[in-house]
Each structure stands twice: as C-alpha cells, then as structure tokens.
C-alpha cells in the first residue's frame, strides 16, 4: 500500500522505471498529514477509524473522486476489509496468529491494537514491515498462521500462482486468507502478460503501470488449484445501499478462502465431502 505514485506516473510510464526503483521508496509509506481542519462531521463515516466527514480525498492513479478518509488514510477497499473482518469473522474475539502482507497503515494501527492478535507485517519493499519478504518466497515455516490478509498484491507478481501457493503454505489447516485484487466477474478469464515489462504498456493493458493481470471470473479455480477453497462476496451482498453511502464503498469483491487440507481431513474423518457449517479457527 503506497500513496503518491500517481504524481510519478508520467515519469515511470515514460522512463520505463522498474518497480523496485518506485517502491523503495519509504515516503511514499508514509501518509500527508490529514487535512480539514478537526471538523469531525459529516455524513461519510470511516468504520477503519470512526472519523466523520462531509467528504473524502481524490485518491488512486485516476484521482477518483471522494475516496480517501482525510484521518487515517482508508480508502473504499480498505473501509470493506475492516466491515467485512470485524462483522464476518472472528477477528476481534479470537487469539489468532495475523500474518499481514504489505499493510496497508490505517488497518496495522487497528490489528496492532488487538490485544487477541499475534501480528506480522511482510513487504518486499516497505522498510516499516515486520519481515521483509517476497511473497513467492516466504521465509516462514508451514501451517503457521490463522489468518492471511492479502490485499492488492497478487497482480503485482508474475508467477502469482507461486504466491497463492504461499499463501497456503503458511496457513494453518482450516486457516483462513482473505485476498483482494483487480477483479471483474464478468471476465470469464483472467488478461494477464506475466511478460510485458514496459510499465507503459501494463498501464495500457491492466491500468497501473505495475501490475500483470486483470483477474477474471476464473479466480476462485486459481485458488483452488494452490489450495484455498474461495468464496467471493461483493460489497452489494454484504452491505445495503445506506452503508455503502455511509461508508462511502464502491462495487468491489474479496475472496474469503480456506486452506483446503483442513477440508480434506474433515472429509477423511467424516466420510463426507460435504459440509454443513464452516469450521476452522477463522469464521
Ligand atoms: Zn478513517
């Protein structure tokens, strides 16, 4: 999670700069002060932070309008993270092992504060991060973690399959990774170019000069095949139009996916491969 790289894309677009030369950078880590003055009103109510506001900051490669909490950073992906954990899943009530991949720092200063969490924060570039790592290598023994939380990371990577396989490496069995990225349903493939370099061009074919893919419909079977069963729940199933207002949250999706050797031990001592209800130490 970085802020300010659309004031830097002409320059990466045009120079073709890699992204490590970007990402390395630690101020782009780092968040403006906030502005407004202190007024905390409005009808904007940032569930990440519980500041209120009449409106939010541009924010994003497109300066997309009215999207940037001005207290703690949060934007609409993030603002869904934090709902959908705190309402969806044990988070706050359970003692589970967090493992963090490139923190966003408005929901680190949240999941630090949680007294039941171990935390860990991993990023290849960021030096604030716990560890720091590439996904695709990760330096952590198996079955190590309750929760992963992944969030706009997967399209940076060309052999993203190397990295979900990760992921579920260090899940422990019945574990539970929660992923975003660049997801539209309707594809019924994901456009990826795990060999176009150019900056320009992935601006050109995926929207931001770092990333190798849009993903589409087949996603949850990319998952699947490195051994995360994956449900894709849309910010419209889980919130109604008055809290996506509220909270200003845009169409979005992220995959809650659980490692599958749990399920596989379920099916073995149940001789069943169906489930009722979900188990595992995440819900
Ligand atoms: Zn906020």
Aim: net charge positive; with cysteine.
């Amino acid at each position: 999670m970085i802020y300010g790289l659309g004031r830097q894309l002409s320059r990466v677009t045009l120079l073709g700069l890699p992204e490590a030369e970007i990402y390395r950078q630690e101020r782009l880590y780092r968040r403006s002060a906030a502005r407004g003055g202190g007024i905390r009103s409005g009808l904007l109510h940032c569930p990440v932070c519980g500041g209120r506001a009449t409106r939010y900051r541009p924010f994003g490669l497109a300066n997309r309008p009215n999207s940037a909490c001005p207290y703690c950073g949060s934007v609409e992906r993030h603002r869904f993270l934090w709902l959908y954990l705190r309402e969806r899943t044990s988070l706050l009530r359970q003692r589970l092992r967090v493992l963090h991949v490139a923190p966003e720092p408005c929901l680190e200063r949240r999941l630090r504060a949680l007294p039941n969490l171990r935390y860990l924060s991993v990023d290849q570039f960021n030096p604030g991060a716990d560890r720091r790592a590439d996904l695709t290598r990760l330096p952590f023994a198996a079955a190590q973690f309750d929760l992963v939380l992944c969030s706009h990371v997967l399209e940076h990577i060309p052999d993203d399959a190397a990295a979900m396989a990760e992921l579920s490496r260090v899940l422990k069995p019945g574990g539970t990774a929660v992923v975003l990225v660049p997801y539209d349903p309707k594809r019924p493939e994901t456009e990826e170019g795990r060999d176009v370099t150019s900056p320009a061009e992935r601006w050109r074919r995926f929207g931001h000069p770092y990333h190798y893919r849009i993903y589409g419909a087949d996603l949850p079977a990319r998952l699947s095949a490195a051994g995360l069963t994956a449900m894709v729940v849309a910010t419209r199933a889980m919130l109604s139009g008055h809290h996506r207002r509220k909270y200003r949250i845009n169409r979005n999706y992220l995959l809650h996916c659980r490692s599958s050797s749990r399920e596989k031990m379920d099916r073995r001592s149940s001789g069943s491969g169906m489930r009722g209800t979900p188990t595992g130490s995440v819900r």
